[in-house]
């Protein structure tokens, strides 16, 4: 069962980003799952493996299209996504390290953080996107 499901108010119109938007919430889904079977440590690797190609493929494409563009926050945004990537070595040397208990943290921060990316930090430049031709 999922934790959540996606719905037509999380696009934002630019369906490269959206459908990669998606792809985070299926991650937070596929650890949800695993933690009700009492399986999430056996998928950690794997889930931080996804995280990783999923922020390489995903804020670059946010960022050359910020570049590409001229988006004037371009530097507030990308300090957004380096906060993440922080975050995300952070939890991930945690697990390296033994804890054994971070999957509910790491929910909550991916949750948190797509939340607060789509419906705050993306509308931002959704506008100047389109201005420039972004769809």
């Known amino acids: 069962m999922a934790l959540y ?3 037509d108010v999380y696009n934002i119109g630019i369906d490269s980003i ?3 938007h998606q792809g985070m919430l299926n991650l937070i889904n596929q ?4 933690m009700s079977h009492g399986k999430a440590k056996e998928i950690m690797v794997d889930i931080f493996s996804e995280l990783i190609n999923y922020i390489k493929l995903h804020f ?5 299209f910020f570049t590409d563009t ?3 926050e371009y530097i507030e945004h990308k300090l957004q996504h380096d906060l993440f990537i922080e975050k995300i ?3 991930k040397t945690q697990f390296d390290d033994g804890k ?8 909550n921060f991916l949750t948190d953080w797509l939340i607060n990316h789509i419906f705050i930090m993306d ?3 959704l506008n100047h996107f389109k201005k420039h031709g972004v769809n």
Do not use: H
């Not at 670059?60 to 050359?64: D, L």
């Not at 054994?100 to 929910?107: A, D, F, G, K, P």
């Open 18 to 20: 959206d459908a990669e």
């Open 5 to 7: 499901e996606w719905k």
């Open 70 to 72: 001229n988006f004037p």
């Open 89 to 91: 070595n952070a939890f």
């Open 31 to 34: 650890l949800f799952d695993a």
């Open 60 to 64: 670059k494409r946010e960022e050359t």
């Open 100 to 107: 054994q208990n971070i999957s509910v943290e790491l929910i």
């Open 123 to 125: 509308r931002n430049y």
